[in-house]
Every structure is written in structure tokens, then in C-alpha cells.
């Protein structure tokens, strides 16, 4: 596509290239303007139609909306603030720098201005930041023939017309309709005979998390948000609330891997600031491995005594720091989709410890069969056999136990998740593995 836009240019031939343009899918023209250069870039925008440049500006990178709004005049800006949706004008205006959000100002209507505070006054992460209030709104009195004609009238300057909402004179939710049972109804049936008021609302300080869940488990389009009056003021809509799931599944595989979450890409993100991200948990993790030197320094008569039990510390740690971090992944995942819950904490350890069971025999056996046919050491198979059960019931314990732990405490479950349950096990496991070996084969101890 590239090659294609810019051999267009370079020829002079616009008219072909609006045409071709007009042909490429809105989705894929972002990823154009981030190849091509930014004279091209504001050739190609202008090119573009009304709607579709509207459609590829919202979903363009923030450094390349900046690049195309200073090369704007205050028509141009205004036409593109026009045909944006509301909540992606207050994307916009979050994203861009002081001085580029002044001339966005200056070019919005005061009656969108207005709104626009009102949005950006909502806390970061909560229902209100990411709704728009570009919704199509009804009365309970109109037949299908007078919503049909509202529909038609204003239909364009909303963000989705497939739900219509019907409100009471204080702008209460008393039902909702949608554009399917509209046409398919007779034009003289009353709105109220035919919408449903069974409806799920959420309110402006609801956490974004849950109400993408929502979209999830009540396959939504759109859901009405409402404020403590319980009189609608926006709604959320399926792009929104996916875009908030993709956010969250990112933030939570950086925590799982002891990495500081940055809203920043990864190209875009500093050297410094990626090493900054990732400092203060490698410098945690490490210092905690100074526990695990010291057990194995308690031991270290045992281990001279029969030297080859130190071959065998890094497949128990290693072992033992996998199965918790199964055992972790599942729990944090069974708990971001809602299947695992507090209260079902004993049920889950329940069945991981029977899990751990089944495993640790599995391990167990093939590694003793291996000992007995490499070393013919009989109490060797035990010690590593009994260590390994030892270790991975641990393991599935501490993977099951520290994520819920860390849910009830109010911090976020990813925390809990392969680094620290890792470092945990290793020192656990080194003082298991140690213990029985003392045990069976009758050795000596530093103390």
C-alpha cells in the first residue's frame, strides 16, 4: 500500500489515488500514515472523505494526529473535531500537549466544550471517562413511524443507532429498543408496547474493568450509563469497552512478569524508562534469592557429604517455581473472568492439591526410574521422588493462595504472579529438598 500511495504522489496522480483511497478499508489506513511521511500523510488525509478521514483520525497514533492537527488551518481542524464522536474528541484531548489542546479548544462549539469538561472531570479508569453522550434517545409515546423519522434525522451525528434508549421527562431509563424491532414493527405501534424495560445500567464512577466485563457476559453493543440520580447521561459502546479489555490484558501480562505497566508502546518507550520499569522487581527478586543462599548454606555439610544432590537443586527449584506458575496463570485467569471467586477458595485448593497429587506421582515415578537405572541409588529415587511431592503440592498451593490473597487485600492478583510465587518456591523447595534428604539418608547439618 505503500509503495502504491506514494508512487500516486509522487505522479501527481491524485484523482487515482482518491479513487484507491476510497477502496482501502478504514482499518488498514492507519497503518499507512505511520509508514509514510508527513507531507504524504496530509495529502493523503485530505483525500479522504468526510467520514472515513473522520473514521481514520480517531484511530491514528496520538504523534501522528499532533503532525497532521499542526499542518491543519482552523477550518480544517474544526471540520475533523465535526465528525468525531464525542469520546474520541476527549481521547484526542487527553493524548495531545497543552498547546495543541488550547487550539482544539478554540475550534469546539461551547455547547460541546461544555460537555467535553464535563467528561474530562470524571476519574481516570471509571464508566463516565469512556462513555459518549451521543446516544438516540425516545419517549415511551411516539409510535415506530415518529422514532423511525428521529432516527433517520439525527441518526448520523450519533455514535450507534441499534439501541435507542426511552426516557422519562426527568431523563430517567424507562426502557430500550432496538433499531431490528423498529423496522420489522407496524409504524402505528406505540414505542412503550414494544421496548424493553428490563434494563442493565451502570453508573458514571463504575470501574471501566467491570463494565467491559458486562459487554462480555451480556453481549452488549452499548450499555447506559446513569448518574447517582439515576437519569442517563451517556452510554458505552462494544469499540470503547474493547479497547479497555486490551488495555487491562496488557497491564496485567507486564505485572505477571514483574514489569512496572506503561501506557506508552514499546518502541515508543525510552531505554531508561524501560529499564526503570523493570529495576525495582529484578532488585526485589534478587535480594529475596539471598534467603534461598542461606538455606543452602545451612546444608552445605549435607551436600558435601553426598555431592550429588546439588545436581538436583535446579530441577526442583525449576520444577517447583513451573507448577506454581500454572497454577497461578489459571487462578488469576479464572478470577478476571469472574468463574473464580473468594468464597471458592477452598474448592480451589481443594482440586489443585489433587491436581498436585497426580503430578507430583507422574514426576516422581519417572524420575526415580531414571535415578535407579543412572545411579542404582535407591534412597537417591526416595529423597527426589518425596521432594517432588513435597515441592509441587507447595507450589499449587502458593499459586492458588497468593493470587485470592492478593485480591482480598485490594491489589491486583498479577502481582502474585510468576515472579513472586518463583522466588517463593524456590526457597521453599531448596529447604524441602534439604530436609528429607537429611532425613532419609541420616546427614548432618551447618546450624
Known amino acids: 500500500m505503500k509503495e502504491k500511495v506514494s508512487e500516486l504522489i509522487e505522479t501527481k496522480k491524485f484523482n487515482h489515488l482518491k479513487e484507491y483511497l476510497q477502496s482501502v478499508n478504514s482499518a488498514d489506513l492507519p497503518t499507512l500514515f505511520e509508514e509514510l511521511d508527513d507531507e504524504k500523510n496530509l495529502i493523503v488525509y485530505r483525500l479522504l472523505s468526510k467520514e472515513k478521514a473522520a473514521e481514520v483520525f480517531a484511530e491514528l497514533d496520538s504523534d501522528v494526529q499532533e503532525k497532521l492537527i499542526n499542518n491543519f488551518s482552523d477550518k480544517e481542524l474544526q471540520n475533523v473535531i465535526n465528525e468525531l464522536f464525542m469520546d474520541d474528541t476527549v481521547d484526542l484531548i487527553e493524548e495531545m500537549p497543552s498547546n495543541v ?35 438516540i434517545d425516545l419517549k415511551e409515546n411516539m409510535t415506530v413511524e415518529q422514532a423511525l423519522e428521529k432516527i433517520k434525522r439525527i441518526g448520523l451525528e450519533k455514535e450507534t443507532i441499534y439501541n435507542c434508549y426511552v426516557l422519562s421527562m426527568s431523563r430517567k431509563v424507562k426502557g430500550i429498543i432496538d433499531l431490528k424491532t423498529l423496522v420489522i414493527s407496524e409504524k402505528d405501534v406505540l414505542i ?3 421496548m424493553e424495560t428490563n434494563v442493565i445500567t451502570v453508573t458514571t464512577l463504575e470501574d471501566q474493568e ?8 451480556y453481549n452488549f453493543l452499548a450499555l447506559p450509563v446513569v448518574d447517582t440520580e439515576n437519569r442517563l447521561v451517556g452510554i458505552v459502546t462494544i469499540d470503547d469497552a474493547m479497547d479497555v479489555l486490551q488495555d487491562e490484558v496488557a497491564e496485567d501480562f507486564e505485572i505477571m512478569s514483574a514489569i512496572t505497566p506503561n501506557e506508552e508502546t514499546y518502541f515508543k518507550t525510552s531505554v531508561f524508562s524501560h529499564a526503570k520499569n523493570r529495576i525495582i522487581w529484578l532488585l526485589i527478586l534478587m535480594l529475596s534469592s539471598i534467603v534461598t543462599g542461606a538455606i543452602i548454606t545451612k ?101 492458588c493462595s497468593l493470587p485470592m490473597l492478593a485480591k482480598k487485600i485490594k491489589i491486583d492478583p498479577a502481582l502474585m504472579a510468576t515472579p513472586v510465587i518463583t522466588t517463593v518456591s524456590d526457597m521453599c523447595s531448596v529447604l524441602i529438598f534439604f530436609k528429607i534428604a537429611t532425613i532419609i539418608m541420616g546427614l548432618e547439618i551447618n546450624l
Open 299 to 399: 546444608y552445605e555439610a549435607a551436600f558435601a557429604s553426598v555431592p550429588i544432590l546439588v545436581a538436583f537443586i535446579p530441577m526442583i527449584m525449576g520444577t517447583t517455581g513451573n507448577c506454581g506458575s500454572q497454577t497461578s496463570t489459571l487462578i488469576i485467569r479464572g478470577m478476571s473472568n469472574d468463574e473464580v471467586m473468594l468464597k471458592d477458595y477452598l474448592k480451589a485448593i481443594w482440586k489443585e492439591f489433587r491436581v498436585a497429587i497426580s503430578v507430583a506421582l507422574m514426576l516422581g515415578v519417572a524420575n526415580g526410574i531414571r535415578i535407579l537405572v543412572q545411579y542404582q541409588d535407591m534412597k537417591l529415587a526416595v529423597v527426589v521422588a518425596l521432594s517432588l511431592l513435597g515441592t509441587v503440592v507447595l507450589a499449587n498451593f502458593l499459586g
Open 192 to 194: 412503550k408496547d414494544l
Open 101 to 135: 489542546v488550547k487550539r482544539i479548544l478554540k475550534n469546539i462549539h461551547p455547547t460541546d466544550r461544555k460537555v467535553i469538561n464535563e467528561l474530562l472531570n470524571y476519574p481516570e479508569e471509571s464508566a463516565g471517562s469512556i462513555m459518549t453522550t451521543e446516544f
Open 210 to 217: 467491570n463494565v467491559a466485563k458486562m459487554f462480555d457476559k
